[in-house]
């Protein structure tokens, strides 16, 4: 990444840590069961109501292969705007815990390596050292495939 500051919103799955940019993030709720939607993709929870309007909730742990987890009094729910191509998708991400809002310096931000890692790295947007560990910067645009952004799409819209 070029030279310059980014501001992140940092959360907690299991030991690992991970940002998306401040920038994406419409809000942060506490837990709440979602409303069950039946057939959908198997990190799909279902529907969270946000001031009337239903949102589509996702376990990001699943999404990103990782066990699922009994939600915790610091589970949160991140309310993002997802860019996909010409359009965006409101989604609600179920997280272990937010640990922070900072600024990053970009020039700190390596590439996701090529051996050792545990995700897939077509949505690692990079990663960077601090002195707690590793931060993964997802790339949430690219995060859910094309089929998948298309599924919750329609059921956020059938809602």
Do not use: C, H, K
Not at 38 to 52: I, S, V
Not at 68 to 95: E, F, H, M, N
Not at 113 to 125: F, N
């Amino acid at each position: 990444m070029s030279g310059g500051e980014l501001q992140v919103v940092t959360f907690g799955l299991d030991a690992e840590t991970f940002a998306i940019p401040v920038t994406l993030v419409r809000e942060i709720l506490d837990y709440r069961e979602p409303f069950r939607i039946p057939n959908g993709p198997g990190f799909m929870l279902g529907l969270t109501d946000l001031r009337g309007e239903g949102v589509t909730t996702v376990d990001l742990r699943l999404r990103l292969g990782m066990p699922a987890a009994v939600p915790s009094l610091s589970t949160r729910i991140l309310v993002v705007d997802v860019p996909l191509g010409a359009r965006v998708l409101t989604l609600g991400l179920v997280v272990d815990r937010v640990l922070d809002v900072s600024t990053v310096d970009t020039a700190q931000i390596g590439p996701a390596p090529d051996v050792g890692t545990r995700w897939a790295s077509d949505y690692i947007a990079g990663v960077a050292r601090r002195a707690e560990g590793f931060v993964v910067f997802i790339d949430m645009g690219r995060i859910f495939s094309d089929v998948e952004a298309a599924e919750l799409s329609s059921m956020a819209t059938a809602a």
